[in-house]
């Protein structure tokens, strides 16, 4: 069975992967949002690593996923015969087939596999093995995948960030849902301590446990779920069999799933939920990855500060599906005006373990990342850039603070106008020369190579190097959108030099 192709953004990632290795990276991140395809692109990496004769080995975060990982490789093109997994007693045990499926836990006890390349899933959940992997083998190529690669510390192992794509660019090509927010309850957290950046769980757990809070999370989906296929995201296991039980009480068919549901448990309940027979499937953390399931509304009734948490919670309710429109939101947590929404939150550097840097990047990213606000008629939250609700029309009173100027955008803030967003032209260039190089003659067309050679300089202030070499990819949206908006600039200069022109000769 071949492949399946790439599509453009796919092989746009393959490109900057093909850009990073080449000028001498070892470890680098791919962030790969939900819906990107991350199984056909793995697929593709994989092949090309076999093609230079590597052994390959794929790490994924849990023993429940090797099967997945295994049967979704098949699916996608490659050969079962060249896969084996890396436990004792799994019938797929094959030592010496090239690519070896194995589960963090099995290789943290049992050592690491004999392979030149490696594949780490989900590598934001950060494991000792594979930080240990990586130090005793500084010559073996790791590739990491991850839609939220944010956490702290992975900047001292991992050394390029590679973001083909955003959450917003997916949704926008229809890749992803589109959705809707609305914020029915706001949760009093005060007196929470803050553990490791998070809120205290027990604690936590006592606040959103309330009957009221409880009531209002089941109220507001008979309002406003629209009877959807639904993922409730709880603080632990009591809170979450607690609203299980609350959904039961009024007739909804709901599920509970913790870590301790077994496989052939949880498949059940996945099967019942697929078939409409469960309407809510109530969980922890649980179910945030590798789950692939058509979700249709998502409940957070966890709050957090974690954007990972939360980018991968409201992750599960954005996969496109047949007849779905949007998917509903419903944040008991604030969660929302905390963090802001999930097509807002960017990162574009790996976090390292520094606590200075890492203190001024969270002060920055919090100063930085647009909040939304509530509509005080519907609670649906709006974007922070809109001024009219989608949901019920209400338009807001308040100024916008936004002023255009050509060349930049500018926010007016109580100190005055202060950037909004760094410059395109530094965010190309961190992209790497090879990179844009070969975006560039991806865009070339009919135009003639001095057409390259100039945007190239623009871009990085200098003229290309003879080291780069000539190979055209697909050109990221950011290169397309800066080429743009520089034909605009030049086509309204000129369209002023005529204008000149013509009162010069009045």
Not at 17 to 35: C, D, F, M, W, Y
Not at 242 to 268: C, I, K
Request: charged share 25%; aromatic share 6%.
């Amino acid at each position: 069975m071949p492949l399946f192709p790439l599509r453009p953004l796919q092989e746009h990632a393959m490109g900057l992967l093909r850009a990073s290795l080449r000028s001498g990276h070892k470890r680098p991140v791919i962030q790969a949002p939900t819906g990107f395809g991350k199984t056909v692109l793995a697929a593709h990496i994989i092949t090309s690593a076999l093609a230079k004769r590597n052994r390959v080995a794929v790490c994924v975060p849990m023993v429940s996923l090797i099967d997945q990982t295994f049967e979704r490789f098949s699916q996608n093109g490659i050969n079962p015969g060249d896969m084996g997994v890396t436990q004792s007693d799994h019938p797929w045990r094959r030592p010496h087939a090239p690519i070896q499926i194995c589960s963090i836990q099995t290789i943290a006890r049992r050592g690491f596999p004999d392979v030149s390349f490696v594949i780490v899933d989900e590598a934001h959940l950060r494991f000792e093995a594979i930080d240990r992997w990586m130090t005793e083998c500084p010559d073996k190529i790791f590739v990491a995948l991850s839609a939220t690669p944010w956490s702290r510390g992975m900047g001292d192992f991992w050394d390029d960030l590679i973001i083909p794509t955003s959450i917003a660019e997916l949704i926008e090509l229809g890749d992803l849902s589109k959705f809707r927010v609305f914020a029915p309850t706001h949760p009093d957290l005060s007196g929470v301590k803050i553990i490791a950046g998070d809120y205290h769980e027990g604690q936590l757990s006592e606040k959103m446990s309330g009957a009221k809070i409880v009531a209002d999370v089941v109220t507001t989906w008979l309002d406003k779920g629209d009877d959807q296929p639904t993922l409730c995201f709880a603080v632990d296991r009591g809170h979450a069999q607690a609203l299980h039980e609350q959904f039961a009480s009024v007739g909804v068919t709901s599920a509970y799933v913790d870590a301790n549901t077994d496989r052939e448990e949880r498949a059940r309940i996945i099967g019942q939920f697929q078939a409409g027979e469960v309407k809510v499937i109530c969980s922890i953390g649980t179910m945030t990855t590798g789950v692939d399931v058509d979700c249709r509304c998502i409940i957070m009734a966890r709050p957090t500060k974690s954007e990972i948490l939360f980018v991968q919670c409201i992750g599960r309710g954005l996969r496109p599906a047949a007849g779905k429109e949007l998917c509903t939101i419903l944040d008991h947590s604030d969660n929302h005006l905390r963090l802001g929404m999930v097509t807002d939150i960017h990162h574009d550097t790996l976090r390292t373990s520094n606590g200075d840097a890492e203190r001024k990047e969270k002060r920055e990213a919090e100063r930085e990342t647009p909040k939304p606000f509530e509509c005080p008629k519907c609670t649906r939250l709006i974007p922070y850039k809109s001024l009219t609700c989608e949901g019920c029309g209400w338009v807001s009173r308040r100024p916008n603070k936004v002023q255009v100027q050509d060349g930049e955008l500018r926010e007016l803030g109580a100190s005055g106008p202060r950037m909004k967003r760094e410059p395109a032209l530094a965010r190309l260039a961190r992209e790497g020369e090879q990179a844009i190089y070969s975006q560039l003659l991806g865009m070339q067309g009919t135009k003639k190579d001095g057409w390259v050679g100039f945007k190239f300089e623009k871009i990085f202030g200098h003229k290309r190097t003879r080291n780069l070499l000539r190979e055209a990819i697909a050109p990221s949206n950011a290169l397309m959108s800066w080429v743009r908006s520089e034909n605009i600039a030049w086509a309204r200069s000129r369209d002023n030099q005529i204008e000149g022109y013509a009162n010069a000769a009045e």
